[in-house]
């Protein structure tokens, strides 16, 4: 059974920083696209980041750029991604998703294969 798993959301105030961490199991996900994906309260799902399998490529939602960055354990794929998430705005406030695809890095989430169950993260005014 393949599994990722989310961990690392919480409260903070504005400004604040908080870093995500997206665990997998059941399958070596060394050579996977892997991506962050947000859905705040009565909105749809959005791209927030995405990292080639060997972590050369990167690629950030505009709203993300120069606040967050994504990254990968290479030695330990299992480890699959993080997101660090700097200066947070009370607009960051969303579920955070980790997702998985083969081949390279995409915005479209309806070519990721695996999920998570989601963060949440919440950022105080």
């Known amino acids: 059974q393949v599994q990722l798993v989310e961990s690392g959301g919480g409260l903070v105030q504005a400004g604040g920083s908080l870093s995500l961490s997206c665990a997998a199991s059941?399958?070596?996900?060394?050579?996977?696209?892997m991506t962050w994906f947000r859905q705040a309260p009565g909105k749809e799902r959005e791209f927030v980041a995405a990292?080639?399998?060997?972590?050369?490529?990167?690629?950030?939602a505009d709203s993300a750029k120069g606040r967050f960055t994504i990254s990968r354990d290479r030695a330990n794929p299992k480890n699959a991604v993080y997101l660090q998430m700097n200066s947070l705005k009370p607009e960051d406030t969303a579920i955070y998703y980790c997702?998985?695809?083969?081949?390279?890095?995409?915005?479209?989430?309806?070519?990721?294969?695996?999920w998570g169950q989601g963060t949440q993260v919440t950022v105080s005014s």
């Open positions: 059941g399958r070596a996900f060394g050579l996977y696209t």
């Open positions: 990292i080639s399998w060997s972590g050369s490529s990167t690629d950030y």
């Open positions: 997702s998985a695809r083969a081949g390279g890095t995409s915005r479209d989430q309806s070519t990721y294969k695996y």
